[in-house]
């Protein structure tokens, strides 16, 4: 096969020219960061599970109508997506105390939150991605008043039916980041949900033993992460058929 592109490389994808105009290829990878890349490390198998993982979510929520750039998985570590503009805000949806705003307003984790919480952070690194108004948004030119409107309809969403998803299989989402891409079309642009949805961008707790089932595995050194990537997976009923062993990659034949 003809040598593709990179187009971007980043903390846990590489994006690569796809095989059409207006198609981007995203390659999963099992390098994890924390912490603004204060904590690097690899989750063995992970791109595996994410690229599934994201795939089932994406189409599940395409099937109630939101739009996503997902176009199809391709292999292991590849899915088909539409290349958009991706807004440079991270949409962060909060159901239960944890994590930052735990520790902003000294909230027991695990408490349940009065309601469902948006909150915005704009993605830059070398900001260490700081938490934002709409008046920033706006002010700054990130996305219209009507993008913010819809970023924060299609989350609430998104964020209902994962909920339902997710407790079907016995696991409570605490929390999880979205971004949003504009996709040209012509003359027109929608917005749609782009990158990934995972256990690297969501919290979610075992409901029974309140186990964390996500990154927060690898950025607290809680042990047992490429259990709980895989756990996440065999409940969605995505994990590779030769479970485990499917998961490393295909090995030389000698
Ligand atoms: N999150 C993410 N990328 C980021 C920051 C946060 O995917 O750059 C996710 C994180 O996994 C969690 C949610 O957004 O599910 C809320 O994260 P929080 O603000 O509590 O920050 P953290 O404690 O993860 O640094």
């Known amino acids: 096969m003809a040598r593709r592109r990179k187009l971007y490389e980043g903390k846990a994808k590489v994006l690569f020219?796809?095989?059409e105009p207006g198609t981007?290829?995203?390659?999963?990878?099992?390098?994890?960061?924390?912490?603004?890349?204060?904590?690097?490390?690899?989750i063995t198998g992970k791109g595996v599970l994410n690229n599934r993982i994201s795939e089932y979510l994406m189409v599940r929520?395409?099937?109630?109508?939101?739009?996503?750039h997902f176009v199809r998985r391709l292999n292991m570590r590849e899915q088909l997506v539409r290349q958009v503009e991706i807004i440079p805000i991270e949409v962060v949806v909060r159901n239960?105390?944890?994590g930052s705003i735990a520790k902003r307003f000294d909230l027991p984790e695990g408490d349940a939150l009065p309601r469902?919480?948006?909150?915005?952070?704009?993605k830059s690194d070398a900001l260490d991605d700081p938490m934002i108004a709409e008046e920033h948004i706006t002010a700054f030119g990130w996305a219209a008043p009507q993008e913010i409107d819809e970023m924060m309809t299609l989350s609430l969403r998104v964020n209902d039916f994962?909920?339902?998803?997710?407790?079907?299989?016995?696991?409570?989402?605490?929390?999880?980041?979205?971004?949003?891409?504009?996709?040209?079309?012509?003359?027109?642009?929608?917005?749609?949900?782009?990158d990934e949805i995972s256990p690297d961008n969501c919290r979610?707790?075992?409901?029974?033993?309140?186990?964390?089932?996500?990154?927060d595995r690898f950025r607290r050194d809680l042990g047992g992460v490429e259990e709980a990537y895989q756990e996440v997976a065999r409940r969605l009923g995505v994990l590779p058929e030769a479970g485990a062993m499917d998961i490393k990659g295909p090995t030389a034949v000698q």
């Open 17 to 19: 020219e796809g095989p």
């Open 24 to 42: 981007i290829i995203q390659y999963f990878k099992d390098d994890a960061t924390a912490f603004n890349n204060k904590k690097t490390g690899t």
């Open 61 to 68: 929520l395409a099937e109630i109508g939101i739009p996503t």
């Open 96 to 98: 239960v105390a944890a």
């Open 116 to 122: 469902s919480i948006i909150e915005f952070y704009y």
């Open 162 to 194: 994962l909920c339902g998803i997710f407790s079907v299989i016995g696991l409570r989402l605490v929390d999880f980041k979205l971004e949003f891409g504009r996709l040209y079309n012509d003359d027109e642009v929608r917005l749609v949900l782009a």
């Open 204 to 215: 979610l707790w075992d409901i029974n033993t309140n186990e964390k089932m996500d990154k």
